[in-house]
């Protein structure tokens, strides 16, 4: 079955450590996206990639960092510049991001708990 | 510039009665608009979406949405509820691309359906 998998599901987070969310689509997308979500605040965009090699800054980019080697995998690091990292944390696939047609599909999440 | 405002943040209903979920818009071209749905400590799932077709757009589980431009609005209706119906739902607006434009989505900041039996 395509998909959008998030791994782990739950992630401990200690002071002054850097932690990697991964997030892996078989769906052939193009686009991946990496936004969080806050109680009563919808959901912002951190970072996103249109293509292998290349991603943007998205609204609350600062104390994350992305990379983009392969087309299926996205990964996240929340890093120890983010002061407050507690927060669901969900990653999306699109076929494209040029394009308000092109629909976003979403992964289970990942919830980061800071110890 | 776009931004979405969800009129409710929280809506009850009682079980077989009709769902209401309200939603304003505001877009600097002509929008694409999206219902999301979020059962707890789960991703999103898409309800249905507007992409400038039928104003009547009807999604999955029996919800439907009615793109009303003159309103600025696209609210989210279902006939009768169910208890499986209860969760969080998004209402997210994505302005055409075009140019130098791209389909950036905002999202409103969500309403909680409650079902009662």
């Known amino acids: 079955d395509g998909g959008i998998t998030q791994s782990p599901k739950y992630l401990f987070r200690k002071e002054g450590q850097n932690v990697t969310l991964s997030c892996e689509q078989n769906l052939n997308h193009d686009a991946m996206y990496w936004y969080r979500q806050d109680p009563g605040q919808g959901l912002r965009l951190i970072y996103y990639?249109?293509?292998?090699?290349?991603?943007q800054k998205g609204d609350i980019a600062e104390g994350y960092s992305v990379s983009r080697e392969k087309k299926e995998s996205f990964p996240l690091t929340v890093t120890s510049a983010q002061k407050n990292p507690t927060a669901f944390y969900l990653c999306?696939?699109?076929?494209?991001?040029?394009?308000?047609?092109?629909?976003?599909?979403f992964g289970p999440g990942t919830r980061l708990l800071v110890l | 510039a776009q931004s979405v405002t969800q009129l409710d943040s929280h809506v009850s209903v009682s079980e077989g009665t009709p769902v209401l979920l309200r939603c304003n818009y505001s877009?600097?071209?002509?929008?694409?608009l999206f219902w999301y749905v979020q059962h707890p400590n789960k991703g999103l799932q898409l309800l249905l979406k507007y992409t400038s077709a039928a104003t009547l757009v009807k999604g999955i589980n029996g919800f439907e949405a009615e793109f009303k431009k003159s309103e600025t609005s696209f609210h989210l209706t279902k006939p009768s509820a169910h208890m499986s119906d209860a969760a969080e739902y998004f209402c997210v607006v994505s302005d055409r691309a075009g140019g130098t434009s791209y389909g950036k989505l905002t999202f409103g900041q969500g309403t909680i359906l409650t079902v009662h039996p």
């Open positions: 990639s249109q293509i292998v090699n290349d991603f």
């Open positions: 877009s600097s071209y002509s929008p694409s």
């Open positions: 999306a696939s699109s076929r494209s991001y040029r394009g308000e047609r092109e629909t976003q599909y």
